[in-house]
């Protein structure tokens, strides 16, 4: 077995999630200030419902275009702050930006209905039919709110991810829409060759981000790398393992604990991506994933030809030992969760503690590979097994286990109610933020 060590934990450097969160609030804020400027240099009307609606006007464009950035899937913000904390910022900015646009509609519409001293429908009415840009705008907007209300966390549990991605695919309908209607009637796009080129700059970089992360990138590495199904092996009754070789996969920038969106190009699956962890630490020569059968997309991949092309996109997240910030850790893997920690125990360095709680001693899947890690690493290995209760792993449990749990990195992955409750425990047994990681699979469009 071929183990990969990570590199020393820092000691003194500023933790790479930091510098990465701390860039991305700069970058808005900066941006903030400059729009700002170039709108007060534009002039203002007369009316001050006109003077709020342009103003609102101008910073949805700017959260339009950060929301582009965030779901650029760019490796170095993904691997810095992970998807699914990127992803939870692109929803609470995505409601920022419905709110911001929904009242520049308003007050423009409202402004100049006082001004023309008619009824705000009228005013609507002819606007959308005498200005250029505004139906596109109001086509845009209507577009938006269809989004924000697919997105709101009751109707987004309700639907399945591939109804709710293609409906989140209208969002590049909406940008380019608002992005023609700013060209056309926009006062501060217009007022100056250095604001004309600051909001051609700021769509440009937005969208060459998506471009580059979406696109380029992924066609790149897959046209490289070339990977095919080696071997698909059986775990246990409802866990697969899928094995893939490639070629020069030694320059692949893979970590363990990070996952990819695998799509393997068959007849009846080509069209699915779905997102997986590496359950072996990289070692320049073959991947691997295991995966829990769940449903009918997870039960096929036990059939799946060897020989198959793959196509992956990735790999992503921040669940890896870059996020080290002391010597010593506890990697803790509820059920499938074990995959990205099992990958992690192989490469990272200094004593470990490993819990691996499951149900029944017989779902303790990869055990044995565990198991044999852990004792070539000099790591220690608990297996707690039993049935779920609402505090799993309580705190006496926990420090039973690893008496200075609150001297070590703490790596977590597992359900989201073990998750939940896990991280509720490390908070009462003083366990620094900085000193926790987990990463939840959360995708958006």
């Not at 549990?157 to 591939?162: G, K, P, T, W």
């Not at 990138?217 to 092996?233: F, G």
């Not at 990869?366 to 049935?387: N, Q």
Request: aromatic letters at 10%.
């Amino acid at each position: 077995m071929t183990t990969v060590q990570s590199p020393p934990a820092p000691t003194t450097a500023i933790r790479p999630k930091v510098v990465a969160r701390t860039g991305l609030y700069a970058v808005l804020a900066a941006n903030v200030a400059v729009v700002t400027v170039f709108f007060t240099q534009a002039g203002f009307a007369s009316n001050a419902l006109i003077v709020m609606g342009r103003l609102a006007g101008l910073y949805g464009a700017l959260f339009m275009a950060f929301q582009l950035v965030l779901v650029a899937r760019l490796p170095w913000l993904d691997h810095r702050i992970g998807m699914d904390r990127l992803t939870s910022w692109h929803r609470w900015v995505g409601f920022g930006l419905l709110w911001t646009l929904m009242s520049h509609a308003v007050f423009i519409t409202f402004g100049y209905a006082q001004g023309a001293s008619v009824g705000p429908i009228d005013e609507l009415v002819e606007l959308a039919e005498t200005t250029e840009g505004v139906l596109r705008a109001i086509v845009a907007l209507f577009l938006i709110m269809i989004i924000g209300a697919v997105s709101a966390r009751y109707a987004r549990r309700r639907l399945a991810y591939e109804t709710w991605h293609f409906i989140h695919l209208y969002t590049y309908v909406a940008v380019v829409l608002a992005f023609t209607h700013q060209v056309g009637v926009g006062t501060t796009f217009t007022s100056s060759p250095a604001a004309t080129a600051y909001w051609w700059a700021l769509w440009g970089v937005a969208l060459g981000s998506v471009f580059l992360g979406r696109v380029v990138l992924p066609l790149r590495k897959n046209l490289r790398h070339q990977l095919r199904v080696s071997a698909v092996v059986p775990e246990a009754d409802n866990v697969v393992s899928i094995y893939m070789t490639g070629r020069d996969l030694d320059k692949l920038p893979a970590r363990a604990g990070q996952f990819f969106l695998w799509r393997f190009l068959t007849k009846d699956r080509w069209w699915q991506a779905n997102p997986f962890s590496l359950s072996a630490a990289p070692d320049g020569k073959s991947l691997r994933l295991t995966a829990k059968v769940a449903g009918d997309g997870t039960a096929a991949l036990r059939h799946i030809p060897v020989g198959t092309r793959v196509f992956a996109e990735g790999p992503y997240g921040a669940f890896t030992a870059m996020h080290r910030t002391r010597p010593e850790s506890v990697l803790i893997a509820g059920g499938v969760g074990v995959t990205p920690i099992r990958a992690l125990l192989e490469e990272i360095e200094g004593h470990a503690v490993v819990i691996y709680r499951v149900g029944r001693e017989q779902d303790a899947v990869l055990y044995e590979e565990l198991r044999d890690i852990a004792h070539a690493k000099g790591a220690e290995l608990h297996l707690v097994s039993g049935p779920a209760v609402p505090d799993m792993l309580a705190p006496a449990e926990l420090t039973a286990l690893v008496p200075d749990i609150a001297e070590r990195d703490v790596f977590l992955c597992g359900p989201p109610p073990m998750m939940n409750a896990v991280l509720r425990n490390l908070r009462e047994l003083g366990v620094p933020r900085s000193q926790t990681h987990f990463e939840r699979f959360s995708l958006a469009g």
